[in-house]
């Protein structure tokens, strides 16, 4: 396995779930890959040696449910295959893609089994869940103010306003998973609104030393699913280290589907780099593409 594929199989299992890409008992080369949009069926996925610079493959159904409809599967597969041929770019991992992308796909063609979405959740229960925290932040994170020590240095994204919900992103340096844990509770115990948000979502990364130091990385939904590693794998992808980030969302009671997901990772970007801590990475990037 090589070492970019490695990683995108620890990154798609951290967002989604242990056993969303899965290698093969038959070859190295092929995985189970599970979408969140359709629990009854996994597709069998081929890397080449070569991947990313060559594509994968998309062989067919790795397991099919008992309450799959004949042939459907089949199509699921097409489907599948038709989005891998659009995300696809050489060089560059992309079951992200692939899945994100499809799970749009099959949303807006009415396939979507899974009917997860958390919104739901959040409409039913809007009342409550806007005056309330979670129970463990609830529990483990307010504290007295006095207690808290001086309140972290945050730079906000700009406030992104869609359908009546409300987006701020907030960035900040960490060096320790104690003071990442101070600073999310010094902001839920001093800021009413943010402490109100339907969701605050939080992700951070922490190495100390060079590349081969301890490294620490963790986030957490909030109560929207898989929303926290999404923001964890964005600052994967932009190679910041030593930052957190806080994307609080208000809710406004008109479902967003998977703009929303586009919208916190939008937010949180924006954060990192109003922040200055991509700005090294991102002219890297520039130069790079600028030599292609």
């Known amino acids: 396995m090589s070492e970019e594929l490695s990683d995108e199989v620890t ?5 989604y779930g242990d056993s969303t890409l899965v290698a093969s008992s038959e070859t190295s080369s092929i995985y189970a890959l599970s979408l969140p949009s359709q629990p009854g069926i996994s597709l069998r996925i081929e890397f080449p040696s070569d991947y990313p610079d060559a594509p994968p493959s998309v062989l067919g159904t790795h397991h099919i449910g008992d309450k799959i409809a004949k042939g459907e599967g089949q199509h699921i597969v097409d489907l599948v295959r038709s989005v891998l041929s659009e995300v696809y770019i050489p060089g560059s991992p992309c079951i992200f893609d692939l899945i994100e992308d499809s799970n749009q796909r099959f949303q807006h ?32 994170l307010i504290q007295s103010v006095d207690d808290l020590g001086d309140p972290p240095p945050w730079i906000l994204s700009d406030v992104i306003s869609e359908k009546k919900s409300i987006f701020v992103a907030r960035a900040t340096s960490v060096h320790s998973v104690a003071s990442a844990q101070q600073n999310l509770a010094h902001l839920l115990s001093t800021d009413r ?22 490294q620490y990385q963790d986030c957490d939904d909030d109560g929207e699913t898989a929303a926290g590693g999404r923001v964890l794998h964005l600052l994967e992808l932009m190679g910041v280290w030593n930052v957190m ?12 589907g998977p703009d929303r997901f586009r919208i916190i990772n939008q937010t949180a970007r924006d954060a990192v780099v109003k922040a200055g801590f991509a700005q090294a990475k991102e002219q890297e990037g520039g130069k790079k593409k600028g030599k292609k």
């Open 11 to 15: 990154s798609i299992n951290s967002i």
């Open 109 to 140: 063609l009415g396939l979507d089994k899974l009917s997860k979405d958390s919104e739901q959740q959040a409409s039913q229960a809007n009342g409550q869940a806007t005056t309330t925290l979670s129970s463990s932040q609830s529990d483990d």
């Open 193 to 214: 609104k943010v402490a109100k948000a339907t969701h605050n979502i939080t992700a951070w990364r922490i190495r100390h030393g060079d590349d081969d130091g301890v």
């Open 245 to 256: 980030v806080v994307v609080t969302r208000w809710y406004g009671g008109v479902q967003l």
